[in-house]
């Protein structure tokens, strides 16, 4: 499998990274974890615009999917000839009616589903092209995925947005990279159920044994060394910072 961070910003984007969303290939299909704001424009300089070939949002809060809207724009009206077919789009109950509204003038309440196959996610297994997926929901304010992919034998694990939870260390049990969040700083943030800070994301890793940690989703107004050292002091194995355009072969 290879991980390519498209935009790793929590919240609200930065100068230098657009929102989250993260590509994941093998065999030749191309699976988007999210597509926060920003993200369409970035996915660009890592494949062609109608490249992708199944999209799961881990949840509806804007900086995990409002460039599907934008997205909706260049699949309904593609300028090249003709419409593009429907995408699998995984989301949780009322994707469709919420980017419909997002969007607000769709022609028809119908359209989204003309260019995205919307699937509702649940907590379990399945499969999405080459890939063994399992989603659990983690603990955050509105209905959220985490998701565990596997291929292979690897597996990534990406925890979307949460508060420390029981779902969030199994499904990065053994894992081989686990990109979590880490939107707080230790210390100075504490909001029980809506985000990790870096000490908890690394006590999530050292829990679960994962062999990886990649931290991601931390805002611009964030220290991002305060967090990535608070997750070094409880997690031995490697921890890095998500930066955009950074693949990893897991
Ligand atoms: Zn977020
Ligand atoms: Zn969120």
């Not at 070939?53 to 003709?82: E, K, N």
Request: aromatic fraction near 8%.
């Amino acid at each position: 499998m290879k991980l390519t961070v498209v935009g790793c910003s929590g919240s609200f984007p930065s100068a230098e990274s657009a929102c989250s969303s993260y590509l994941v290939e093998a065999d030749g299909f191309r699976l988007l974890l999210d597509m926060g704001n920003g993200a369409l424009g970035e996915l660009q300089r890592h494949c062609g615009l109608y490249d992708l070939d199944a999209i799961f949002l881990s949840h509806l809060h804007a900086d995990h999917c409002i460039d599907m809207c934008a997205y909706f724009v260049a699949r309904y009206y593609r300028h090249d000839g003709g419409r593009c077919d429907p995408i699998p789009v995984y989301g949780p109950e009322g994707t469709e009616q919420r980017l419909t509204t997002a969007y607000a003038d769709t022609p028809s309440a119908s359209s989204m589903s003309e260019v995205f196959d919307f699937h509702t996610v649940k907590p379990g297994s399945f499969e999405i092209g080459p890939f063994s997926v399992h989603t659990e929901k983690v603990s955050h304010p509105v209905e959220a995925y985490g998701i565990r992919v596997e291929h292979g034998g690897r597996s990534l694990t990406y925890s979307g947005d949460t508060g420390v939870c029981d779902a969030l260390d199994e499904l990065a049990r053994d894992t081989d990279l686990f990109l979590c969040e880490a939107a707080f700083t230790h210390g100075k943030e504490s909001i029980p159920d809506l985000h990790l800070n870096g000490r908890e994301a690394g006590e999530t890793a050292a829990r679960a044994g994962a062999r990886r940690l990649v931290l991601t989703h931390i805002p611009p107004w964030t220290d991002p060394e305060a967090n990535l050292s608070d997750a070094r002091e409880v997690f031995g194995g490697p921890v890095e910072l998500a930066a955009p355009r950074t693949s990893y072969e897991i």
